[in-house]
């Protein structure tokens, strides 16, 4: 079974401009969560969706939002980049919500110059 | 206060060593996971537990939910333990992450 996958895997972007990252997650799972890694603030969450809906929300600014399409695969976007926004994205995937297991996929490393 | 606290932050011992990695939470969780991040980025998932000891080959998880406090073992460390062990939680269906533990065997 294919694990989880992220694309890009890594990208250079300017302030100001936009961003959307890509993730696939193992076949048959339906929740997928977004988490953003920062070497002074670690992991921390972004939002979980599931089956489509957006499920929970972590705290970040609107300029942080994703999607979910109907075969599971989702989506993050980021808007108006600034430099603070240059991280590893991780999505990570599960049958269900996140109490269950996660597969974590290898992460979009973005960097805002 | 972080509401998941690791400790120690970095750990470095030799080849064959027990390590033992400690967590502990302040609010109530429905689960916690001990992930493992090699240099890299990638993150493997070691651990999903709500009470109890699970174990697989080297690593030992347990918690004590009353004491809200979970600890990872490995026994026989090895070189390629080396990474950094993530403690996270489970709270009205969201995850809060520990800082890691950064762990470094010596041959």
């Known amino acids: 079974k294919a694990g989880v996958t992220q694309t890009p895997r890594y990208l250079i972007k300017t302030r100001g401009q936009q961003v959307t990252l890509s993730c696939s997650p193992i076949?048959?799972?339906?929740?997928v969560s977004w988490y953003q890694q920062t070497p002074g603030q670690g992991l921390q969450f972004l939002f979980e969706?599931?089956?489509?809906?957006?499920?929970n929300k972590g705290n970040f600014p609107g300029r942080f939002s994703g999607r979910q399409f109907s075969n599971s695969r989702s989506e993050m976007n980021v808007s108006t980049l600034e430099l603070g926004d240059s991280a590893l994205y991780l999505c990570a995937s599960s049958h269900r919500v996140p109490s269950y297991e996660q597969y974590f996929g290898p992460g979009t490393r973005l960097t805002v110059t | 206060k972080n509401e998941v606290e690791q400790s120690p932050q970095n750990l470095t011992a030799q080849e064959g060593e027990f390590i033992t990695i400690n967590c502990s939470y302040s609010v109530g969780i429905s689960a916690l996971h001990w992930l493992q991040q090699h240099p890299g980025g990638g993150i493997v998932s070691l651990f999903m537990?709500?009470?109890g000891k699970k174990k697989h080959g080297r690593l030992i998880a347990t918690i004590n939910i009353q004491e809200k406090h979970s600890s990872l073992h490995i026994t026989a460390s090895h070189p390629r333990d080396s990474a950094v062990y993530i403690c996270a939680v489970d709270r009205d269906d969201k995850i809060i992450f520990g800082k890691g533990t950064r762990l470094h065997i010596l041959p």
């Open positions: 076949s048959g799972h339906r929740s």
């Open positions: 969706y599931f089956s489509e809906t957006q499920r």
């Open positions: 537990l709500s009470s």
